[in-house]
């Protein structure tokens, strides 16, 4: 087969990885419109139950994945002059440097054999023409998948918050939540290593408190000083680090989730971002990413038909990854919502957090929400050790403990 990836972004090199692995005799080629070695953000997270697909799909980039990644297992929140540390078992969560996850699958790729073109936009699909199949990863703004929005019924719904995604020298040994409370409403940064020398800072906060701190206009050196200033005490002292070049501001920008009704037209097939984006605050886009290219190739050689197997993905891995859409959903809107938590008692605040995915607790006031989910946690307890307690009024089944945990 003859197939061209647009984007060599985490989803088209994975993709490129696994199909020349089932079969060498794919040419494959991979148009990046970047130079090599430079891309947008910093570090991203991860979560164990990746690495062991990782291992079992292609065993050398895991191993080189794992090698290069940091891991912790401990989370913290941080209100005020309070430090909360997470007593439920969150799990370990991974860290890896986007810079070099791309270049651990860049050169995986090359040694497969796939052929990887830098600095060269696609600007239309008539370019590859002459390959079977076309690959969109080409990320949230997909060029190929903007020119058939009404077949791929594509949808943008836009956050309410605005983020940015900065680096600092400061490395967190733990997952870190800082929420600063200041005269215009809360900002709050979510604080994670992925190398031994750098962390990752995702800010965040409303529009109104944005705009209130003139974060709006400030120029980029004002901006980092005064966003250096209100998480100092996490900071210790340590610089935040911007990637943009200019002096116009940092990059400040809402979050945008998409979704598609279908994913493939024609020989045409989206991935990754491409395809959906998931909210950040789960740590699960690139995952995702990486989930979709393994689907397809499995797809794709599980199946003679080329249509065949694209309904294939499509039906299949749509269903797959819905739950995790919708709880990506859910954890924007908790953070949309942080006025309603942030005043919580601190075990209150930190399992409520733990539980943003959850569709009820919009719903149930969070207090009760709590309250219903430490008497399931008692009860659960209670029958386990074969004991058969008074399920009292509000019987097992309360609120967000049937819930998929993802934690971030
Ligand atoms: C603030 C923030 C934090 C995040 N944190 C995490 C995290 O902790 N964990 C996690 O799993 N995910 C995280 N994500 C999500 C993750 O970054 C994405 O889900 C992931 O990068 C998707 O991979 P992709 O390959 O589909 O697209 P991308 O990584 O966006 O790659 C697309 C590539 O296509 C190239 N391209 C675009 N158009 C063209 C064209 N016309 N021709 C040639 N090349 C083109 C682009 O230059 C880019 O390199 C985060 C996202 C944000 C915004």
């Known amino acids: 087969m003859k197939i ?5 972004g985490p989803a088209s090199l994975y993709f490129s990885i696994l199909m020349k692995r089932v079969d060498p005799s794919h040419v494959i080629t991979v148009h990046e419109r970047n130079p090599a070695g430079s891309t947008y953000g910093w570090g991203v997270t991860y979560w164990g139950e ?4 990782l291992h079992g799909a292609d065993p050398e980039s895991a191993c080189t994945i794992e090698k290069n990644s940091v891991h912790w297992d401990r989370w913290e929140v941080h209100v005020h002059d309070r430090t909360t540390v997470a007593t439920e078992d969150w799990g370990e969560g991974f860290g890896i440097g986007r810079h070099q996850l791309l270049d651990i699958l860049t050169e995986r790729a090359r040694s497969l054999g796939v052929h990887i073109e830098f600095e060269h936009e696609i600007t239309d699909r008539g370019e590859l023409a002459d390959a079977d199949l076309v690959v969109a990863g080409d990320g949230v703004n997909s060029l190929l998948r903007e020119r058939h929005t009404d077949h791929f019924g594509s949808e943008v719904t836009v956050g309410r918050n605005v983020y940015v995604w900065l680096g600092t020298t400061k490395v967190f040994r733990s997952f ?46 004002d901006g980092l000083a005064l966003l250096e200033k209100l998480f100092a005490d996490a900071l210790d002292g340590h610089p ?21 009704r279908t994913w493939y037209h024609d020989n045409l097939v989206l991935l990754g971002d491409a395809a959906h984006t998931t909210h950040y605050s789960i740590g699960a886009g690139t995952a995702l990413a990486l989930g979709d290219a393994a689907f397809l190739v499995n797809a794709l050689h599980g199946e003679t038909e080329l249509q065949t197997a694209l309904a294939r993905y499509d039906r299949e891995r749509q269903a797959v990854i819905r739950l995790s859409l919708r709880a990506a959903r859910y954890s924007a809107r908790w953070y949309e919502s942080l ?6 008692p601190p075990e209150q605040l930190i399992a409520l957090l733990g539980q943003r995915h959850s569709p009820l607790l919009p719903h149930v006031p969070p207090r009760l929400y709590y309250r219903l989910g430490q008497a399931a946690e008692q009860f659960r307890s209670l029958r386990n ?24």
């Open 50 to 53: 990746l690495l062991n697909d």
């Open 4 to 8: 061209a990836c647009v984007g060599g």
């Open 176 to 221: 870190t939540f800082t929420f600063v409370e200041t005269a215009h409403g809360w900002i709050w940064c979510y604080g994670y290593g992925f190398s031994k020398d750098h962390s990752t800072c995702v800010i965040e906060c409303s529009p109104t408190t944005w705009k209130g701190l003139g974060l709006h206009q400030a120029n980029r050196a």
């Open 339 to 344: 006025p309603r938590y942030v005043g919580l």
């Open 385 to 408: 050790r074969g004991r058969r307690p008074d399920p009292g009024p509000h019987g097992p089944n309360t609120p967000g403990q049937s819930d998929e945990m993802i934690t971030r």
């Open 240 to 260: 935040l680090i911007t990637q943009a070049h200019t002096e116009d501001g940092t990059h400040w920008l809402n979050f945008r989730t998409l979704t598609n």
